[in-house]
């Protein structure tokens, strides 16, 4: 019994470790796993930050022109010096401005005619600004508004503190960090939070996208495509032993390439946060919420969902004849499954019953709950658990589909696969 | 003279093995009505020197005429000339024979009203009609074999260059394989021929060239080879050949 | 273009086109892809958005009062989305929120209505308590202030009327839009921002698997040789099968359009006010026209791409950067203002791009648009054709290479100088950054070193090649310096210029603009020390990299005019800043030209450290615009200096050596 075990697990080694050797003398897996994550991201981060200096100058540079009707003009004053005060907004003259307007020489009109009752914004819909235009006048607005009654309260002469009322104060209870914390501390836990959780996502989609196919098409397809399945067939050992060891081979190159996506995601990170007080004290107190048994439990949802990606890319890589067939249907699992972890960005969104069983959604959503400190330890083993199964369902969908369509195995006895939950 | 390979050299380059000539100076002549072979073991150049007179790679040195067209000056005209038959070429998997040699009979400028009879004439000649019109990724090596040799043909071209085309054909496709090649010497047709099965080439070839390591060692009729080694069969002829330049290298 | 090349292109168009259909997948891609991925990406986020927010609204807090709350407990009644609870005169809200009573607790204090009556010295304070690791109850908290600056609102209110003061009552903003009633083609503005995007998006996705079947097929099939083998231009083929592309692409985009297009009819209209989608029926027949140009030439760049690969799996692989590139090309949309008018028409691809932007935003200029679709055709053209001279490749078809060493014997040093390029990339962004962060002056004199400097000696150390020869590490003509040094100035109002003009399209930022100057300014490093890190390190190492290295290893392969281009280009690249590359890349051709033309290094050297000086001095004592108002001198100088750089022109023998041999 022990003895039939450890030969089974030697055979397994010994697959796995062809696989690897196998995959490894790929280019396309050394690109993929370690030479686009190296650049990648700090191309990405690069191009990213030159953008925003881009847009934060042209926005300098051309601030939204706007004009007044010349005869509201003195109903708003404390709106054109609000205006006139801000960078971002220009106050023209203009003779005729609702003309400059739909030539596109003004982003906005406004018509303090009938003000301060109604102030009329007028916009051109076909402004490539009509938003920026829209919120950049609206806010203005509500310091206008202030301004004005400063005024009238001044104007008055009296000298009374009318606006002192209240103060409010913010206390959080039993924290992130352990202590009390205000506001601003939600605030940077809620960016921490979200900051850690699409790092999580990004890795998700990182590995599917190209971590854990080019391992997959290697062990699986290319035994169909390079017509050695034959022979492998007629090995003398069990063929799930075959499929566990393919699968374990892809799952640790997945992992492989999961750690290097995470360390240079990471470093670039590091380096961007550095630069930027906000977000270093963001980060600090991010970190600060680690303690062992978080560590523990991220890792284990890093890995859960990495066995996941694995196994559906084992089942697409065996169940295509062809490499061409295997992308095509994996460029439309990649849609699903980049969209779908994306609503756990959304605040509210929480692992519950109903979400637990929602298969990659649940990991992210569980490695959400670790971090907001909100671990429930019925439903996070419950989705672990579900996402164990269909990863085992699909490894032995993979198996069945992987020799069943084998010419040579088409007899029943053969097709049956051994167990393989071992 | 209808093809005529003069100096034919290609330089290989190999992480392992260094630079290396695959081809090293080859040169032979072939004309109208005759069937000319090349024999060699696997990896002599064979394929690369037939590669080179089909326009695919360009020789490191040296050229090749084909019915007077220098495949380096001149590679378009080249190409109107040649049919190639290869066992390593594919075939498009979702058309049937039919679209196939429809397709490369219009692009070889086949004269369309003739175009339909003449694909019916080689599926009669090669024994095809039952399945000239399923899809090619539903036949057998043989069928495929045989679509790969009617595509070369289809525009009836005057030279015929055949790059080891048994290799894996049972005895009964290589019997009409062999009738074909007949029947293109008697149709006036040039046919080189590549091949490592020396007793096919002793049936058919009516001059050949023995290759080995990229050189061409020996060549002239069966019965020159003969006469120059005194022994009778091609295969001991060819052993001989072959042993004396590894010894000479030795 | 004969009859003949009409009729070639035909069948291998008629026969591809058969196979490609007749694969399954391609349906999909074409069909399923379009018809129910595309709109729903479009409309789902927005849905999501619009579920949050229904059940936000829906979503009830459970909210404790506790101390006197009477002046504000109306308020908290008439808030939607709170439920009170609980209002206590005294409790712990520690124990209210652990026990799940309340999300959220507010504390007054005991006297609070006294309070608010007078004007106390000091304000009485409000206390909120929540749970922070519930990211919702962030929303929560929101509502609770508002609450509360309701209150306030009423407090001050009552104050004033006390006090006898009128205030404006409203002081608030009613928009409208013009009434544009000539552009019919006008969307509303998330669609002009997405569409676009989206359009590209979707045309990558369905032209790439139809290019690789039609081109990397033949490849892996083995057929290529065959059809290399017939009598058919080349070209022609590739023209035949970009079509079928283009067929295919079309077709998926037009079904992927009106699907968009219907959704949005359907579904777009329950957005909130500021997110309204609008695409009106003319925009998107509008679309479908001016896509054929972009259809065409993703087409041909598709088969450039597939002409690439030996395999599918490469296919695969080379996937992803093209529909980054595609994505990257539609970019330019987001930015304001940008016409085609502007000279963008005469960019391929990315002026399609801007055609849809300004056809979306209701602005039909027939005359541009016609230019940029005839670009975009020439290019598809021209794409197309250059694919078909790979497609023969010897490498590509048999793996046919040349030994590394006749490479190099030949001048070809191509990969080596990427592999620099990539190397002082990987080691600028993590050595050269963390040295950098470290101390900035005495951190960049260690990257020049060690970043810049190490890699281009090493490279050219293993590669075996004479440093000297290589960096024209030789004393030129003693003129010649006299040279360079009379027309620095001239240099430096030449980036300058260059900068100001790229301002234009890339306006840098205060923040950027400044960040020199403060580098400078805020660190306690002597002048001296400051020279050396940013101006003579930099022009020694540099150079050596640029007009040194990578000058010596691609002078064998280029004519003079494109080293300057290919070195300069290089060396505006490498400041990775967008807002430097212009101005740096013309510097880089005038060094590179300087080097080719002395043909020695030291000029250069000197013209850039005193280039970096100026620009260090310039920064610390606000000298830019005086010295720019000095521009007839610094002509006059430069004028003087080219005269001597001509007369200092070495002999022919003296020029730099173009074999590079050892």
Known sequence: MLHGIIERLQDIATVAGKELRHSFRDSHVLIYTVFVPLVLYPAGLVSLSEYTLWREGLAETRPVRVAFMANGKENVPELIDVLKATKKVAVTESVDPMRELEEGKLEAVIDGTRAPEKIEVKLNPASDRFLESKMSILTHSFDARAQAMKKAVDAAGSNTPVNKVFQIATTSVGTVGGHKAGLRDMEVTAFSTTLILVAFYGYTMLIITVGAIYPALAAFTEEAEKKTKSTTYMLPIDRSTITIGKFLAVTMLTLLSGAVNFLSMGLVAVYFTWKMEWLKRALALALKQYNLETVVLLLIVFLLSTLLVAAIYSLIAASAKSFKEAQNISSLILMVVTILPMVALFPGWALDMKTAFIPILNMVLAAKSVVTDSVNPLIFCLACLENLLIAAVLLYMSQIIFWGKDPASSSAEQLAPTSISG | ?250 | ?662
């Not at chain 2, 080179?52 to 019915?67: D, F, R, S």
């Not at chain 3, 309070?115 to 009485?124: A, E, H, Y």
């Not at chain 3, 590669?463 to 010649?480: F, W």
Request: net charge positive; hydrophobic share 45%; charged share 20%.
């Open chain 3, 1 to 662: 273009m004969t009859s003949d090349d009409f009729e070639e292109i035909k069948v291998v168009f008629a026969k591809d086109l058969i196979e490609v259909l007749r694969d399954y997948r391609t349906l999909i891609v074409m069909i399923i892809m379009p018809v129910i991925i595309y709109p729903a990406l479009l409309v789902l986020p927005s849905n999501i958005a619009q579920h949050v927010k229904h059940d936000y609204k829906n979503k009830r807090y459970n909210i404790c009062l506790i101390g006197d709350s009477s002046p504000a407990i109306e308020f908290f009644r008439k808030a939607k989305v709170l439920t009170l609870t609980k209002v206590l005169e005294d409790g712990n809200p520690d124990k209210l929120l652990a026990a799940h009573v309340a999300d959220i607790v507010v504390t007054f204090p005991q006297e609070f209505t006294a309070q608010l009556q007078t004007i106390p010295k000091q304000s009485p304070r409000v206390n909120i308590y929540y749970d922070a690791r519930r990211d919702q109850n962030l929303l929560a908290l929101a509502e609770v202030r508002l609450v509360l600056s309701q209150l306030r609102g009423k407090i001050v209110q009552q104050r004033l009327d006390a006090l006898g003061i009128k205030t404006p009552q409203k002081y608030e903003l009613t928009f409208s839009e013009l009434k544009v009633e000539n552009k019919k083609s006008l969307a509303s503005e998330p669609v002009r921002n997405l569409l676009p995007f989206m359009l590209f998006t979707m045309l990558a996705v369905s032209i790439i698997y139809p290019a690789l079947d039609v081109i990397t097929g033949e490849r892996e099939r083995n057929t290529l040789p065959l059809l290399l083998m017939s009598a058919t231009k080349r070209h022609n083929i590739m023209y035949g099968k970009c079509l079928v592309v283009f067929l295919i692409g079309f077709s998926a985009l037009m079904i992927g359009l009106s699907s968009i297009y219907i959704f949005i009819q359907l579904a777009g209209q329950r957005a909130d006010d500021l997110l309204v989608m609008k695409f009106p029926l003319d925009a998107l027949l509008m679309c479908m026209l001016i896509s054929i140009p972009l259809v065409v030439t993703l087409s041909s760049l598709s088969i450039l791409l597939a002409s690439w690969c030996k395999t599918f799996q490469q296919g695969q692989g080379y996937f992803v950067p093209f529909l980054f590139m595609a994505m990257g090309a539609s970019s330019v949309c987001s930015l304001p203002e940008l016409q085609l008018s502007s000279g963008v028409a005469f960019i391929p691809v990315v002026n399609t791009a801007l055609s849809l932007k300004e056809v979306l935003a209701g602005h039909i200029d027939v005359l541009w648009l016609s230019i940029s679709a005839l670009v975009t055709m020439i290019f598809a053209v021209y794409v197309t054709y250059l694919a078909s001279t790979i497609l023969d490749s010897e490498r590509l078809l048999y793996g046919v290479t040349d030994s590394r060493a006749r490479r190099r014997l030949s001048g070809d040093y191509g990969l080596e100088i990427m592999l620099l390029c990539f190397t002082t990339f990987f080691l600028m962004f993590y050595v050269g950054q963390t040295l950098q962060g470290w101390d900035i002056i005495v951190g960049s004199l260690f990257t020049q070193v060690l970043v810049i400097l190490l890699p281009a000696v090493a490279l050219l150390k293993h590669l075996n090649l004479p440093l000297v020869k290589t960096m024209s590490l030789k004393a030129p003509h003693p003129l010649s310096f006299l040279g360079a040094l009379l027309v620095t100035p001239l240099c430096i109002l030449l980036s300058i210029g260059v900068y100001n003009l790229q301002s234009q399209i890339v306006p840098a930022p205060e923040a950027f603009t400044t960040m020199f100057t403060r580098l400078i300014m805020d660190n306690d490093k002597p002048l001296w020390l400051c020279l050396l890190g940013i101006a003579v390190a930099p022009g020694i190492c540099e150079e050596l990299l640029f007009r040194g290295a990578i000058l010596g290893l691609v002078r064998p392969k280029l004519t003079p005019l494109q080293q300057c281009i290919f070195v300069g280009v290089l060396f505006g690249l490498f400041h990775m800043s967008v807002f430097r590359v212009a101005p740096t890349g013309v510097l880089g051709v005038v060094l590179t030209a300087l080097t080719v033309w002395t043909g020695s290094i030291y000029p250069s050297m000197l013209v850039h450290i005193l280039n970096n000086s100026a620009a260090i001095l310039m920064g610390k004592y606000h000298l830019e615009e005086t010295f720019v108002s000095y521009w007839p001198a610094t002509v006059l100088l430069g004028l003087v200096g080219l005269v001597l750089l001509i007369k200092a022109k070495p002999k022919k023998s003296d020029r730099l050596p173009e074999s590079l041999g050892t």
């Open chain 2, 1 to 250: 003279m209808s093809l005529q390979a003069i100096g034919l050299t290609k330089r290989f380059f190999d992480s392992k093995r260094g630079e290396f000539n695959a081809v090293q100076s080859v040169s032979f002549e072939c004309s109208k009505g005759e069937i000319f072979g090349l024999l060699g073991p696997n990896g002599a150049g064979k394929t690369t020197t037939l590669r080179m007179i089909t326009t695919i790679l360009k020789p490191t040195e040296g050229t090749a005429l084909v019915n007077g067209f220098d495949v380096v000056k001149d590679p378009r005209q080249v190409r109107k000339q040649l049919g190639f038959v290869s066992a390593d070429t594919g075939l498009y998997d979702r058309l049937t024979p039919r679209e196939i040699l429809t397709y490369f009979g219009k692009l070889s400028k086949y004269p369309k009203e003739k175009l339909q009879p003449r694909i019916v004439e080689i599926g009669n000649m090669l024994q095809m009609e039952s399945f000239l019109d399923s899809r090619c990724e539903k036949l057998s090596t043989g069928m495929r074999q045989k679509v790969s040799i009617a595509r070369a043909i289809v525009h009836d071209p005057p030279v015929i260059i055949m790059d080891e085309p048994t290799t894996g054909l049972d005895v009964l496709t290589s019997q009409v394989l062999h009738r074909f090649v007949i029947q293109c010497k008697e149709a006036g047709k040039c046919v080189v021929f590549s091949s490592h099965i020396m007793s096919e080439a002793e049936k058919l070839c009516d001059r050949m060239a023995i290759i080995h390591n990229g050189q061409v060692l020996a060549s002239g009729t069966l019965e020159e080879l003969r006469a120059e080694s005194g022994m009778h069969y091609l295969e001991d002829i060819f052993l001989n050949v072959v042993k004396e330049t590894v010894s000479d290298v030795r």
